[in-house]
Nanobody, 122 residues
Framework: QVQLVESGGGTVQAGGSLRLSCAAS????????MAWFRQAPGKEREFVAI????????QYTDSVEDRFTVSRDNAKNTLYLQMDSLKPEDTAIYYC???????????????WGQGTQVTVSS
């Protein structure tokens, strides 16, 4: 399994921006499909964004399309999530995850970070 550590969470006003990072310990990082999920209080963990190993392919959940951008730097073994135009409904704990295949469901991901809190105030 890949060791993953998220950072960059915090509290921001609606309309603001945050950039999350996810550092991986595995030197074969570029072989993994990486994704961001989030979990709001009282809700199930949901898919946010996914990126292929090379970074050429990305996909987003509808609610964050055109506001969030997922990227990766394989030389630094790091995944990013740039979040712009944040809304109160984006408030959640954000998790990065690694998988060996393209998937937007939690069950396909075997490695998870500890999560980072994002709070958007209105």
């Amino acid at each position: 399994q890949v060791q993953l550590v998220e950072s960059g969470g915090g509290t921001v006003q609606a309309g603001g921006s945050l950039r999350l990072s996810c550092a991986a310990s595995d030197p074969t990082f570029s072989t993994y499909v990486m994704a961001w999920f989030r979990q709001a209080p009282g809700k199930e963990r949901e898919f946010v964004a996914i990126i292929s190993g090379t970074g050429a392919l990305m996909q987003y959940t509808d609610s964050v399309e055109d506001r969030f951008t997922v990227s990766r730097d394989n030389a630094k073994n790091t995944l990013y999530l740039q979040m712009d135009s944040l809304k109160p409904e984006d408030t959640a704990i954000y998790y990065c995850a690694a998988a060996g295949t393209w998937a937007t469901t939690r069950d396909k991901y075997s490695s998870w970070g500890q999560g980072t809190q994002v709070t958007v105030s209105s």
